[in-house]
């Protein structure tokens, strides 16, 4: 089994993002909000970079970095272009996900690994309108074809990316194969195989770019080779559905993280501009406005190093809580709620020192305010995350 490949929690992150190359980023992320359009020159730069491979081992010719390094690196991603950073985290899911796997010397998405560092961008088509079983269970039909690949048929929202996936993930149940067995099959479609319609409905208060459009699935068909796992349905210990949950939660939170970070930035540029014509001195020397700024900063310190501990656990396989990867459930679920939530606490400070500026729709911060927003929409939501922890702390309901 290959090494662990983690760091020291104080070892500098390696980066791939260059300031230059955020600065571009940044220049074009009010214009998509703007007119609702898709990030596609951002998305081209990124590729040209080798960032969509940035957590490909070199030796499948990527970057190699770890979870944390990668975390780290759409935090700043965010800072500049949140819609950007939020659709390109799915494709980071799925790298991150074969990436799990590689390491713990499962070669089954190695696949994968490659086809990324080739310049294949991929898509999570997981979500599902009510269902709030996420991946332990699934509207969505998985018909057998007989030859061991499956053609899916149900509806996806929130599928970040949409016009620029080239492979998709989907889950469905197949409840043909043996019905006192039903199974929910995970699977990879491709763009050119059809079977599948992308709707044009994507016009929402903010995370505009991300194109985060309805997916509905007509017979698009994943063979064989592309099935990953026939799982049972509920709660599982899966190294894949592990590599899901960790990947996802740990990433999700790093983009609204660099949200948070960037927000306070700008509200610390602006207090130092603006001037009180009571007493003629910047708002930084306003008592009340220093205490604002400060209960931003003390709550956006508290969960850098959360992030990086949570993130480096994973990199180095250890599960301080159970041993058996069950606790990751808990502390990545926690790091995702505390962070989203936190952030959002964040802002609202930034937006409040910084004056009624930032209510117009030119503002950054106005875009951040609404970007933000996203995160409680995204599993694992709050109720579901108490859930998770309850059951961790007093067991399972009776």
């Given at each position: 089994?290959?090494?662990?490949?983690?760091?020291?929690?104080?070892?500098?992150?390696?980066?791939?993002?260059?300031?230059?190359?955020?600065?571009?980023?940044?220049?074009?992320?009010?214009?998509?909000?703007?007119?609702?359009?898709?990030?596609?020159?951002?998305?081209?730069?990124?590729?040209?970079?080798?960032?969509?491979?940035?957590?490909?081992?070199?030796?499948?010719?990527?970057?190699?970095?770890?979870?944390?390094?990668?975390?780290?690196?759409?935090?700043?991603?965010?800072?500049?272009?949140?819609?950007?950073?939020?659709?390109?985290?799915?494709?980071?899911?799925?790298?991150?996900?074969?990436?799990?796997?590689?390491?713990?010397?499962?070669?089954?998405?190695?696949?994968?690994?490659?086809?990324?560092?080739?310049?294949?961008?991929?898509?999570?088509?997981?979500?599902?309108?009510?269902?709030?079983?996420?991946?332990?269970?699934?509207?969505?039909?998985?018909?057998?074809?007989?030859?061991?690949?499956?053609?899916?048929?149900?509806?996806?929202?929130?599928?970040?990316?949409?016009?620029?996936?080239?492979?998709?993930?989907?889950?469905?149940?197949?409840?043909?194969?043996?019905?006192?067995?039903?199974?929910?099959?995970?699977?990879?479609?491709?763009?050119?195989?059809?079977?599948?319609?992308?709707?044009?409905?994507?016009?929402t208060l903010g995370m505009r770019a991300s194109q985060s459009c309805t997916t509905v699935l007509d017979g698009a068909h994943a063979?064989?080779?592309?099935?990953?796992?026939?799982?049972?349905?509920?709660?599982?210990?899966?190294?894949?559905?592990?590599?899901?949950?960790?990947?996802?939660?740990?990433?999700?939170?790093?983009v609204y993280l660099g949200i948070a970070d960037r927000a306070l930035t700008l509200a610390v540029e602006t207090v130092n501009k603006?001037?009180?014509?009571?007493?003629?001195?910047?708002?930084?020397?306003?008592?009340?406005?220093?205490?604002?700024?400060?209960?931003?900063?003390?709550?956006?310190?508290?969960?850098?190093?959360?992030?990086?501990?949570?993130?480096?656990?994973?990199?180095?396989?250890?599960?301080?809580?159970?041993?058996?990867?069950?606790?990751?459930?808990?502390?990545?679920?926690?790091?995702?709620?505390?962070?989203?939530?936190?952030?959002?606490?964040?802002?609202?400070?930034?937006?409040?020192?910084?004056?009624?500026?930032?209510?117009?729709?030119?503002?950054?911060?106005?875009?951040?305010?609404?970007?933000?927003?996203?995160?409680?929409?995204?599993?694992?939501?709050?109720?579901?995350?108490?859930?998770?922890?309850?059951?961790?702390?007093?067991?399972?309901?009776?």
């Amino acid at each position: 089994m290959p090494a662990p490949s983690a760091a020291s929690p104080f070892t500098p992150p390696r980066q791939i993002l260059t300031e230059e190359l955020l600065e571009t980023i940044r220049g074009r992320a009010a214009t998509h909000d703007r007119e609702n359009s898709f990030f596609t020159e951002d998305l081209e730069d990124l590729k040209a970079t080798g960032y969509l491979a940035a957590m490909v081992p070199e030796h499948l010719g990527g970057a190699g970095l770890t979870l944390r390094e990668a975390a780290r690196e759409q935090a700043r991603l965010a800072g500049a272009a949140p819609a950007t950073a939020l659709a390109v985290n799915m494709h980071h899911v799925w790298v991150g996900v074969a990436r799990y796997l590689h390491e713990r010397g499962d070669g089954s998405l190695d696949w994968l690994l490659t086809e990324a560092a080739r310049g294949e961008v991929f898509g999570f088509g997981y979500s599902e309108a009510g269902n709030d079983l996420v991946l332990l269970g699934s509207r969505t039909q998985a018909r057998p074809d007989g030859e061991g690949g499956y053609a899916f048929h149900g509806t996806k929202i929130f599928t970040s990316n949409s016009p620029g996936w080239t492979r998709l993930g989907v889950m469905g149940l197949d409840e043909e194969t043996d019905p006192d067995d039903p199974r929910i099959v995970h699977a990879f479609i491709t763009r050119d195989g059809g079977g599948f319609e992308i709707k044009d409905d994507w016009d929402t208060l903010g995370m505009r770019a991300s194109q985060s459009c309805t997916t509905v699935l007509d017979g698009a068909h994943a063979p064989a080779d592309r099935v990953l796992r026939r799982i049972a349905p509920g709660p599982s210990l899966d190294p894949y559905v592990l590599g899901i949950f960790t990947s996802f939660e740990i990433l999700l939170a790093s983009v609204y993280l660099g949200i948070a970070d960037r927000a306070l930035t700008l509200a610390v540029e602006t207090v130092n501009k603006r001037r009180s014509m009571k007493t003629g001195k910047t708002y930084a020397q306003d008592p009340d406005i220093r205490w604002r700024i400060a209960t931003a900063a003390l709550a956006l310190d508290g969960l850098w190093p959360q992030l990086d501990m949570v993130a480096g656990e994973v990199d180095a396989q250890v599960d301080v809580r159970s041993g058996s990867g069950a606790g990751y459930f808990r502390s990545t679920a926690g790091l995702k709620v505390r962070v989203t939530e936190t952030a959002r606490q964040v802002v609202d400070e930034a937006i409040r020192c910084s004056g009624g500026s930032t209510y117009f729709n030119r503002s950054e911060l106005g875009r951040l305010y609404r970007d933000v927003l996203a995160g409680i929409f995204h599993p694992s939501d709050d109720e579901s995350a108490h859930s998770t922890v309850a059951q961790s702390v007093l067991g399972p309901l009776a």
